[in-house]
């Protein structure tokens, strides 16, 4: 059924939800081919990302996919073969424009099979410069790196919101037919909420699109991330994002001090229930939640940076090894930080961590992407 | 329950006979009754532990404990997946103690923890599964097996490889005779751990007591780059703690004898030279009647591997010279490689030649189900306490050579002393911090 109301479509827009939280909204797509003198035909695609909050600070991660057998099979339309303002990074709001070069080589050229996806993520900018690195990588285990934590990292980019259930769901619906990157806890309502179908698609039990997915492996993460795009964070990377650098326009220009460049929260260094004030979704049910919220619901007491739920809601996988003594070399642990709806607030902070095996599939770990352009 | 301070803990633990009037009594379990079960250190292992029992249709997890509040999520998202039911979250070990309705304490904590928070559990009436290396000292061991068998107590130590099938066959072969007279057993524990940190004291993080974390040893300052297994007063080292499983499957090969005539040891800090007390390297010669068994531990050898899940669950055998957790048997008739975590066993004739080979898989599921059995039944366990203090014992003998100069140390059986150094002696009990201790009569 899907592959014959698709059929009939030479691209596929994805349309925003009602959440800023999910993919951000793309409107008025258009696809054509024209042909050129000496270099082959070249496709023309054209949309508006219309998000007046997308800027210099906070831009759209922007990527294409397209099927060339009717939505088969997906791949990312690779940046080398683009030319023009909507793809990557994107710092404007508006009309954009690319042209995909070289699209008969790539099997691409005939439009009445091939279906185009365009899809944009919030992020936010993490200006190059250097930062308080309270925590130890790896919690001090992490071979793979010097003992002594990063103090400097180089500009980098963000994911603003935790991966949604929505999002993770559109994935699957690509890469998922074989049951790759899902597993059956997902559909458990209350701490995921993707289900399943017999001909193989997905789909989010309603009202959970906008909650964080879990129960995503680290496999799964990288997966997801590699689909569009990104990576995971560092722990450096993760640290610097919550409490910002020395300046939070980053050490080029040092024309904006962090107030509170050792904060150990996101908003500050008031504890995450001072107050009366519920700043991050954590254990319990006195911050509105009994599990996780949807991203972006604590938005106010986001990272300098404009970046939501760092702290509590779901733990988010990193990059970053962990070994233990015992389990050098075995079992590759990685580490995850930010607590969850499960910590004790305390452990919202900027420095505690969780070790797990990557495998580990559990309903208080999700994640989030980076983009770190090379230099 | 009301919180517990030191004083009160102190009364509980000082004066035994008094003490165990006032403790709560264990409740009587019928045959199908879900045993209930407090987990006290909520690290990897103690993780790993709640979620095995959790998944389980006959335990239930009632409480997870840790002072660090920061370890509470990911074990009690564990523990709630498998069981569907949500565990008690507390600091203190102590209030599960006092739960009458519970049965078992798993005691999954750092090893200067083990002997008290066994010994407590015993007089509460409660059925203890401890993490080895049983115990932080002899004094200490020794007091934990008196604690069990007073309170006539089920105490397993978490030493699986006693409960694998492939472990039985292998004695079986040797008693059979089938390697001559057994006169000498090399023992190996090469693992390759990283340096420590050197990163300043610094304060205690929020939500960690670490006074409690700190109990009975010394309360050293908070520094987070200070790895517990590499500090003597909270550890009998790195390599005691992990290869007390080859030497426990050593002398489970060679029936059991409890204790070794001598010890002579040589040790040092030849790698990892980052402020930690306790040696990277260290080898010893334990000195039996007609038996020698050579121990060769190090922590700076990344090729000699611990033997990788795909061998451990499968037919397959470790590449023997490159095993990490590797036990030689030498007789006079044959020799016997045999690998700890299901990696087999496979002996060797007079000429050389390959006779027997013995798959293996590991003993973690049995052993857990063999706790619980003598449960029931009140048997011994597997790995009854007094099996877990002889198989730790010469690990502490060979510690305290190392610490008073790598002297040749001559056992007393009987008084669980050394005859040829007083020196040695003063490291049998180790000092107690204020407020806490163990009593000569527990």
């Known amino acids: ?375 | 329950m009301s919180a517990l301070n030191r004083r009160d803990f102190m009364k509980t633990s000082v004066g035994a006979a008094a003490a165990f009037a006032a403790l709560p009594q264990n409740r009587s379990l019928g045959a199908n009754e879900t045993i209930r079960i407090g987990v006290m250190g909520l690290g990897g292992r103690g993780t790993y532990l709640a979620e095995r029992f959790a998944e389980r249709s006959d335990t239930e997890i009632a409480y997870l404990c840790d002072p660090n509040t920061r370890r509470f999520a990911r074990a009690r998202e564990a523990v709630e997946e498998a069981q569907d039911r949500s565990p008690k979250m507390v600091q203190d070990f102590r209030r599960i103690l006092d739960d009458k309705n519970v049965d078992v304490l798993i005691n999954a904590t750092p090893d200067h923890w083990h002997g008290m928070g066994t010994i407590l559990a015993c007089q509460a009436g409660k059925d203890v599964f401890v993490e080895k290396p049983l115990s932080h000292n002899i004094w200490e061991g020794r007091k934990m097996v008196e604690a069990a068998r007073k309170y006539k107590r089920v105490v397993q130590v978490g030493m699986q490889s006693r409960s694998a099938a492939y472990v039985h066959k292998a004695k079986d072969y040797i008693q059979s005779g089938k390697l001559g007279d057994i006169h000498l057993v090399r023992i190996y524990n090469m693992m390759k751990h990283p340096k420590q940190g050197d990163t300043p004291d610094g304060p205690v993080p929020k939500g960690f007591d670490y006074d409690l974390w700190c109990g009975p040893a010394a309360k050293l300052p908070y520094n987070p780059s200070r790895r517990w297994l590499n500090q003597w007063e909270y550890s009998c080292g790195p390599i005691a703690g992990d290869a007390v499983h080859q030497f426990d499957m050593a002398r489970f090969l060679t029936d059991d004898i409890p204790y070794p005539n001598a010890v002579s040891q040589t040790g040092a800090i030849n790698a990892l030279r980052d402020g930690r007390d306790t040696p990277d390297t260290q080898m010893a010669i334990l000195e039996y009647d007609g038996l020698t068994m050579m121990m060769e531990s190090t922590l700076w050898t990344p090729y000699i591997k611990k033997i990788p899940a795909s061998i451990r669950d499968s037919d397959q055998f470790p590449n023997w010279p490159f095993c990490s957790t590797r036990v030689e048997v030498l007789g006079t008739e044959g020799f016997m490689y045999f690998g700890r975590h299901g990696g087999g066993w496979q002996a060797y004739n007079a000429g050389g030649e390959l006779v027997h080979s013995e798959y293996g898989r590991q003993g973690d599921k049995e052993h857990r189900d063999n706790f619980i059995d003598c449960i029931r039944t009140r048997k011994r366990p597997n790995a009854d306490v007094e099996i877990g203090h002889q198989s730790v014992l010469p690990y502490h003998v060979a510690n305290i050579s190392y610490r008073v100069g790598n002297k040749r140390l001559e056992f007393d059986a009987a008084t669980e002393s050394f005859k040829n150094c007083d020196q040695a002696n003063k490291h049998i009990k180790r000092e107690y911090r204020q407020g806490w201790s163990i009593p000569e009569n527990v």
Not at chain 1, 293 to 305: D, I, K, L, Q, T
Not at chain 1, 336 to 359: E, F, I, K, N, Y
């Open chain 1, 1 to 375: 059924m899907l592959r014959s109301m698709l059929a009939c479509l030479s691209l596929v827009v994805v349309l925003s939800h009602c959440c800023r939280a999910a993919w951000l909204p793309i409107q008025n797509v258009k696809v054509r081919q024209d042909p050129t003198e000496l270099g082959g035909p070249k496709i023309v695609i054209e949309y508006d990302l219309p998000d007046p909050s997308i800027s210099e600070a906070t831009p759209a991660h922007v990527f294409l996919r397209f099927s060339k057998d009717f939505g088969d099979h997906w791949q990312r339309v690779p940046t080398d073969r683009l030319r023009g303002n909507g793809f990557g990074l994107v710092e404007k709001p508006g009309h954009k424009e690319m042209t995909l070069w070289g699209s008969e080589q790539a099997g691409i050229a005939d439009l009445g099979q091939v279906e185009i996806r365009v899809r944009a993520l919030a992020m936010a900018r993490i200006p190059a410069g250097d930062f308080a690195m309270k925590s130890l990588p790896g919690a001090g285990r992490d071979e793979s790196e010097s003992d002594k934590p990063a103090s400097n990292l180089p500009l980098y980019y963000m994911a603003r919101y935790e991966t949604t259930v929505a999002m993770y769901t559109d994935y699957l619906n690509e890469v998922g037919g074989e049951g790759a990157g899902w597993n059956r806890r997902m559909s458990k309502p209350d701490r995921c909420g993707i289900v399943q179908h017999s001909d193989q698609t997905y789909s989010v039990v309603p009202g959970r699109e906008n909650h964080p997915v879990t129960y995503v492996s680290w496999y799964d993460a990288m997966d997801f991330l590699n689909w569009c795009g990104l990576r995971l964070p560092t722990e450096a990377e993760w640290e610097k994002a919550l409490r910002g650098g020395f300046y939070l326009d980053g050490d080029q220009t040092k024309k904006l001090p962090n107030p509170l460049p050792e904060r150990p929260f996101p908003w500050g260094n008031d504890a995450p229930d001072a107050d009366g004030v519920f700043r991050c979704n954590f254990d319990g049910e006195d911050d509105g939640f009994a599990r996780s919220a949807p991203v972006g619901r604590f938005a106010e007491f986001a990272s300098p940076y404009g970046i939501c739920d760092l702290a509590g809601n779901v733990a988010e996988w990193t990059l970053d090894w962990y070994s233990t003594s015992y389990h050098v070399g075995l079992d590759g642990f990685r580490v995850a930080r930010g607590g969850s709806w499960m910590a004790v607030p305390v452990a919202c902070d900027a420095v505690t961590g969780a070790t797990q095996l990557p495998l580990k599939e559990t309903s208080i770990i999700g994640f989030r992407g980076v983009m770190a352009p090379q230099r």
